[in-house]
């Protein structure tokens, strides 16, 4: 089963809507703050919304090798090597997040899918 490392393969519009879906899954997640009467929007309910956005994301990647989201369009990562893999999967991720804001956004116009270059992560299609 060969796959393609070229993280171009994938089209953004699919990892955005994969990511849609699993932010929404991690609002979900995040909505049981309430049964603690954690507020999100103040700083413990901050810490806790993105804690639970990288939890969500890092142990899904790094055991499965997808997220719920990537799974509907036949997703998977794959790392460049195997050395530090939590790290690259936190450091994908948070920088993904980024993409919502304008300066991410900018760069993603000017270099593309940065996030993965620099993460050595890459988003491929799944034969399964």
Same mark, same amino acid.
Request: net charge negative; aromatic share 16%; with cysteine.
């Given at each position: 089963?060969?796959?393609?490392?070229?993280? #171009? /393969? /994938?089209p953004l519009w699919k990892k955005c809507v !994969? %990511? !849609? =879906?699993? %932010?929404? =899954? /991690?609002?979900?997640?995040? #909505? %049981?703050?309430? =049964?603690? #009467?954690?507020? !999100? !929007?103040?700083? =413990?309910?901050a810490f806790f919304v993105l804690s639970i956005y990288i939890l969500y994301f890092v142990t899904s990647i790094y055991m499965f090798k997808t997220t719920l989201g990537l799974r509907l369009y036949k997703l998977e990562i794959k790392f460049e090597n195997e050395n530090f893999v939590i790290l690259k999967i936190t450091l994908r991720e948070v920088m993904f997040l980024t993409l919502a804001t304008g300066i991410g956004f900018i760069a993603y116009l000017i270099f593309g899918t940065y996030w993965d270059r620099i993460s050595g992560v890459s988003t491929i299609s799944s034969k399964k």
């Open positions: 089963m060969e796959k393609d490392f070229n993280p #171009s /393969v /994938v !994969a %990511f !849609a =879906i699993d %932010f929404f =899954i /991690v609002g979900l997640l995040c #909505s %049981f703050l309430d =049964i603690f #009467s954690i507020d !999100a !929007a103040s700083n =413990i309910g």
